[in-house]
């Protein structure tokens, strides 16, 4: 049942001041020492949306107490609907099989969706560390970090998860408190609103459209500082079609990617790595 990971489907942006090399345009060389001794003179960065990933042993008694897809509870918590209870009951040849991408991969830093915990996770990131948000919920983000990469998890932006109510973004630092730091965001934005307008009467649109400001702020927070940032995961947004910018305060004109990528403060005028990739919306009734 396992299929080949949805690489295309996940949007990195890098900010314009950073490129993962030693010759970095913002002046920082960025080379990382592997776990062998061995200088890396960039960091190769990835994005993974995993597809409600959770360990055997936890799925099983999940799966017992699913909610109809349709049902009208929408309780917060740890349960999963009944479609996915049916479709995504992984074997261990799933996981065997989602490992031998994930080696293939072969990243330094791989942004996490839709993963359960860290039990999960390190059944596909084997002898990864892990940095994942605490939801109580079985989608989170976080990060697969290879080992020998200095790091620090900090704490969960919760703004961004709009009172747990959809998913928390996961900070992570690479080279913390040194001139070379760089402050990684993995976010899961609310999904169903690829294309509509986001200030329209769709209600999985107002709720992206409220996720834009906190993000922003994450952003031009690192950007005001003059840190070294980039933003990965699953936007659940085709970002090269949106409206432009505007200048009013007119909310129907609001857009996600001219919003973040305005260059206010200096350092927060992006690059979309996805740009040029054909964008695919995978979104189900199963999704968030």
Not at 17 to 46: E, H, I, M, N
Not at 120 to 136: K, M
Not at 201 to 219: F, G, K, M, Y
Request: proline share 6%; with cysteine.
């Amino acid at each position: 049942m396992t299929s080949k990971p949805k690489y295309r489907r996940m949007i990195l942006v890098l900010p314009l001041l950073v490129a993962f090399a030693a010759t970095a345009c913002s002046g920082r060389p960025q080379a990382a020492v592997r776990s062998d001794g061995a200088a890396r003179q960039q960091l190769k960065l990835a994005t993974w949306n995993l597809e409600w990933l959770i360990a055997p042993e936890t799925f099983r008694p999940l799966a017992q107490n699913c909610l109809p897809k349709d049902s009208v509870e929408r309780r917060r918590g740890r349960y999963i609907p009944c479609d996915v209870a049916r479709d995504f009951n992984r074997s261990r040849e799933d996981f065997d099989a989602l490992a031998r991408y994930a080696r293939q991969l072969d990243a330094d830093v791989i942004a996490l969706q839709e993963v359960d915990g860290v039990a999960a996770a390190r059944l596909v990131f084997r002898g990864y560390a892990f940095c994942l948000t605490e939801r109580n919920a079985v989608q989170n983000n976080g990060f697969a970090i290879r080992p020998g990469l200095p790091f620090r998890c900090n704490a969960d932006d919760r703004d961004l998860s709009l009172r747990d109510t959809v998913r928390r973004g996961a900070w992570l630092t690479l080279f913390p408190d040194t001139p070379q730091a760089v402050h990684l965001l993995s976010v899961h934005l609310k999904s169903g609103c690829a294309r509509k307008p986001l200030a329209g009467s769709d209600r999985a649109c107002r709720t992206l459209l409220r996720q834009v400001e906190p993000l922003e702020n994450w952003i031009d927070a690192r950007a005001a500082a003059g840190e070294a940032f980039a933003v990965l995961g699953d936007f659940n947004r085709d970002l090269l079609r949106e409206p432009p910018a505007t200048t009013t305060d007119d909310i129907s004109m609001a857009s996600l990617w001219p919003t973040i990528d305005d260059g206010t403060p200096a350092g927060a005028d992006l690059a979309n790595a996805a740009e040029g990739e054909q964008f695919f919306n995978y979104f189900t009734p199963a999704s968030l």
